[in-house]
């Protein structure tokens, strides 16, 4: 199959080796020199001019410099002391060297101080890294940065030294913490952070878990591996909440449903309003009408008159018998 350095046509796939491997056993490959990682073999890295051209901004093209760096595992371009760039070909000098030892049992505080005074501290806690490690912190004056291609972003501005950490590439089993000391606080709409330089970009990049400490003046940043370092102040990012709108209610009526009506048949003549019935006076409830006269001469001797007790509702039987006696 393809990709393992013998390819489906049973040839030797480019940039692997292969030796032994017969019509009835496999052949063993593996990457030719300068070509990593073990296993894709995809990755050149080397200090050979006829492989790759030496070009301090050329970071693709494979080369490291003789001098300053060598591959690692990976086909990282791993630099030297006091070599810098992706291809570790540019050299420079810090006007702070330091040497140290990690401490075999217990944390291991470096300080960093230059004529008396503060620059900063790396704490290395116990077992972080093998007690003896030989490390270094080198320290260079900020006019280094272009001369090892790692000018500032255009909107920041450099609060500290440059912060060499070596052997470079360094990696430990817990977090170390680098303190970089500046001698100024945060303006309106600034934000302070340690900052990490990418030697395979040529760039730097935020480390946005930094804390600035108001009180000691120091920007603080936990650190896996060792690279070079430096404090910057630049605008706050601003940081953007998404809410959910609430639903929208609309001002608008829905209209019902309209219905079709059924067809009416012929229509019919309208009707002849007839004559407006005189208002019928409600009757009033517990009186006695007194009846009007009547026009026929009456000979029944009219019964004395008595005053009538008005029933209470709906006792209305009760009222005629006592008219009785």
């Known amino acids: 199959r393809n990709g393992d350095g013998c390819s489906s046509a049973c040839t030797v796939e480019a940039n692997w080796v292969c030796s032994g491997g017969s019509n009835s056993s496999r052949s063993t490959c593996s990457c030719d020199a300068d070509y990593f990682p073990e296993g894709s073999c995809n990755t050149l890295c080397t200090s050979d001019t006829t492989l790759a051209t030496p070009d301090p901004t050329g970071c693709a093209s494979g080369y490291c410099g003789s001098s300053g760096g060598s591959c690692d595992s990976t086909g990282y371009c791993v630099c030297g002391r006091y070599w810098f760039g992706c291809q570790c070909a540019t050299t420079a000098n810090p006007f702070l060297p330091i040497e140290f030892t990690v401490n075999a049992v217990g944390d291991t505080l470096q300080e960093v101080t230059f004529n008396g005074a503060s620059l900063g501290a790396l704490l290395i806690p116990a077992g972080a890294i093998a007690g003896g490690t030989a490390l270094t912190i080198d320290i260079y004056e900020q006019t280094v940065l272009t001369t090892i291609g790692a000018d500032k972003p255009s909107s920041a501005t450099l609060l500290a030294y440059i912060f060499d950490l070596g052997p470079e590439g360094t990696t430990f089993s817990s977090d170390v913490t680098l303190s970089i000391k500046v001698d100024s606080y945060p303006s309106y709409g600034q934000s302070f952070?340690?900052?990490?330089?990418?030697?395979?970009?040529?760039?730097?990049?935020?480390?946005?878990?930094?804390?600035?400490?108001?009180?000691?003046?120091?920007?603080?940043?936990?650190?896996?591996?060792?690279?070079?370092?430096?404090?910057?102040?630049?605008?706050?990012?601003?940081?953007?909440?998404?809410?959910?709108?609430?639903?929208?209610?609309?001002?608008?009526?829905?209209?019902?449903?309209?219905?079709?009506?059924?067809?009416?048949?012929?229509?019919?003549?309208?009707a002849t309003a007839g004559p407006t019935p005189e208002p019928t006076d409600p009757p009033?409830?517990?009186?006695?009408?007194?009846?009007?006269?009547?026009?026929?001469?009456?000979?029944?001797?009219?019964?004395?008159?008595?005053?009538?007790?008005?029933?209470?509702?709906?006792?209305?039987?009760?009222?005629?018998?006592?008219?009785?006696?």
């Not at 730097?204 to 009180?215: C, G, M, P, R």
């Not at 009408?289 to 004395?304: G, K, L, R, Y």
């Open 284 to 325: 009033v409830v517990g009186t006695t009408a007194t009846p009007e006269p009547s026009a026929e001469p009456d000979t029944t001797a009219a019964p004395p008159s008595s005053s009538t007790t008005t029933p209470e509702p709906g006792g209305g039987g009760g009222g005629g018998g006592g008219g009785g006696g």
């Open 193 to 270: 952070f340690n900052f990490y330089f990418n030697r395979a970009t040529l760039s730097w990049e935020t480390l946005t878990s930094s804390t600035f400490d108001n009180a000691t003046q120091t920007i603080s940043v936990p650190l896996s591996h060792f690279s070079t370092y430096t404090a910057m102040s630049i605008p706050t990012p601003t940081t953007t909440t998404s809410t959910t709108p609430e639903p929208t209610t609309s001002s608008s009526t829905t209209p019902a449903p309209t219905t079709t009506p059924a067809d009416p048949g012929p229509t019919q003549p309208p």
